[in-house]
C-alpha cells in the first residue's frame, strides 16, 4: 500500500465523538475546497457504522449544500430513519461551521435471491495498455507544472487511467459526450464490502462531468475555462465488487442547460459485471 492510499484510509477512519455523532478531517483537493468525493466518503462511512455488518449498502443520494473548509474538520450527525426487516435506511448531515454542508440519505439490505439480468459492458481497451496518470498529466506541456503536481497529488491514492484524451488534454473543439475511466486503488484493501463502496464512492466524483466539458470542447479547472461544482449525487450499488480491483468507469452526458450539466454512469468490473450505477449533477458555467 502506498502512502497516499494510506493517508486516504486514514481519512476515512470517522472519528467517533458521541452517539451516531462523527468527525472527519478535512484536506485540500485540486482546488481550495473540500473535494466533494470526500465528503460523500466520509458521509457513507458514518452512515454504515451504525449498521449491521451483514447489511451492505445498496444505494445512496446526496446533495452538495455548501463548499467545504479543507481547513477544518467536519461533523457527521446520523439519524436511524429505519430498522427493517430487509432494509436499513439512514440520514446523514454533515457540518462546519455551524452550517450543514452537505446531506446524504443512504440505504441497506440484507443479501437476497432474486430476478438477475444487465446491460452489457461496453468495448474498452485493457488497462495495463494505457497511459497512468503521471505519464498522461506530465507529457501536457500547456498545463502549468504546479497544477500537474496538485493534480497527481490529489489522486495519488488512485490508478486512474483515461481510454481517451480527457477535456484538458485536448480541448477547443466539441468531442462525442462520453468519457471511460479505468480506475483501482493503488494498493490492496482489507476485505470489508463498505470500504469498497465507500473508495468507489471517493472516485466516483472525480471524473463524471468529463463528458459535458467534452461535448462543449472545454478542458474544465485545469485550463480555467469553465467554473464548475457539484450540486447533487446519486448511486446504486448492484453487485459486489473489489475497489482494488480494476473497474470500468463509462460515462456520459445527456443534457447541459441552465448552468447545470448532468453526467450519468456504469462502473463494470474487469469481467464484465455491472457493479455500480450513477447519476451527478453539476454547475457548469463559463466564466464571463
Not at 452537505?102 to 495495463?128: I, K, N, R, T, W
Not at 475497489?243 to 445527456?254: F, K, N, R, T, V
Amino acid at each position: 500500500m502506498n502512502e497516499a492510499l494510506q493517508g486516504l484510509l486514514d481519512l476515512l477512519d470517522l472519528e467517533q465523538i458521541e452517539v451516531d455523532i462523527f468527525r472527519g478531517l478535512s484536506r485540500s483537493a485540486v482546488v481550495p475546497r473540500v473535494f466533494g468525493g470526500q465528503v460523500a466518503a466520509q458521509a457513507l462511512v458514518a452512515a454504515g457504522r451504525t449498521v449491521p455488518a451483514d447489511r451492505p449498502a445498496h444505494s445512496l443520494h446526496a446533495y452538495f449544500l455548501r463548499t467545504g473548509d479543507p481547513g477544518a474538520p467536519i461533523v457527521y450527525n446520523v439519524e436511524r430513519m429505519r430498522d427493517g426487516r430487509s432494509f436499513t435506511t439512514r440520514r446523514v448531515i454533515a457540518v462546519q461551521h455551524g452550517k450543514p454542508i452537505f446531506a446524504l440519505s443512504a440505504s441497506f439490505q440484507v443479501h437476497e435471491e432474486g430476478m438477475d439480468h444487465q446491460a452489457a459492458m461496453p468495448p474498452a481497451p485493457d488497462p495495463a495498455s494505457l497511459p497512468t496518470s503521471q505519464e498522461r498529466l506530465r507529457g501536457y506541456g500547456h498545463l502549468d507544472a504546479d497544477v500537474v503536481e496538485r493534480f497527481l497529488e490529489a489522486r495519488g491514492a488512485v490508478d486512474l487511467r483515461y481510454v481517451e484524451e480527457p477535456p484538458y488534454g485536448r480541448f477547443g473543439e466539441p468531442r462525442e459526450p462520453h468519457s471511460q475511466v479505468w480506475f483501482r486503488t493503488d494498493g490492496k484493501l482489507a476485505d470489508d464490502p463498505l470500504l469498497h463502496v465507500v473508495l468507489a464512492t471517493y472516485v466516483s466524483d472525480m471524473t463524471l462531468l468529463d463528458s459535458v466539458l467534452l461535448a462543449h470542447g472545454k478542458g474544465g479547472w485545469a485550463v480555467g475555462d469553465v467554473v464548475g461544482a457539484s450540486l447533487d449525487h446519486a448511486m446504486w450499488f448492484h453487485r459486489p465488487f473489489r475497489a482494488d480491483e480494476w473497474l470500468l468507469y463509462d460515462q456520459e452526458s445527456p443534457s447541459a442547460h441552465g448552468g447545470r450539466g448532468l453526467g450519468q454512469a456504469r462502473i463494470y468490473t474487469q469481467e464484465g459485471r455491472l457493479a455500480v450505477s450513477v447519476i451527478q449533477e453539476g454547475v457548469v458555467r463559463v466564466p464571463r
